[in-house]
């Protein structure tokens, strides 16, 4: 359930992540977005923003590829995110929802095979996405 209290931090906050509705981003990357408003806080301040917004399910968290940092993104209500897995691009960071049949065959598969029960909220599988694929592919055709 989401809070009614808002504050313009807050709202912008919510601003940048559903600008950038398909890409996880970090804290500091939405700390440099408010700085660039004229915001005047802290970066500590932007994670206690972050942390109220993930408990009132506006936004979902996710650990970053590398496993050290946790990213952000808009919680699009229209989504199930919590039945469903996750595709992020480790070189541009879209998040994919893979809300098909394949991802509920893989849970499905999971259970009935090695007896575990996967999770899907904040389950995410890291790779690349076609686009960034054909663009590392161009550059090394032109070297």
């Not at 504050?7 to 890409?23: A, P, R, V, Y």
């Not at 936004?59 to 990213?71: E, I, Q, T």
């Not at 909220?121 to 090394?140: F, I, M, P, S, W």
Request: net charge neutral.
């Amino acid at each position: 359930m989401r809070s009614s209290y808002n504050t313009k931090l807050k709202q912008n906050i919510l601003d940048f992540l559903t600008e950038n509705e398909n890409t996880s981003v970090s804290a500091k990357e939405i700390y440099e977005y408010l700085l660039s408003l004229g915001e005047q806080m802290n970066l500590s301040t932007v994670y206690r923003n972050l942390e109220r917004l993930v408990l009132d399910k506006a936004v979902l968290k996710y650990v970053s590829d590398d496993g050290k940092a946790s990213v952000y993104i808009w919680n699009n209500e229209q989504r199930s995110c919590f039945e469903h897995l996750h595709l992020q691009c480790i070189s541009c960071g879209k998040l994919i929802h893979l809300d098909c049949e394949c991802s509920d065959e893989f849970v499905k598969l999971l259970i009935k095979k090695h007896d575990f029960e996967l999770k899907c909220d904040n389950t995410v599988l890291y790779g690349e996405c076609g686009h960034c694929r054909q663009k590392h592919a161009a550059k090394e055709k032109n070297k």
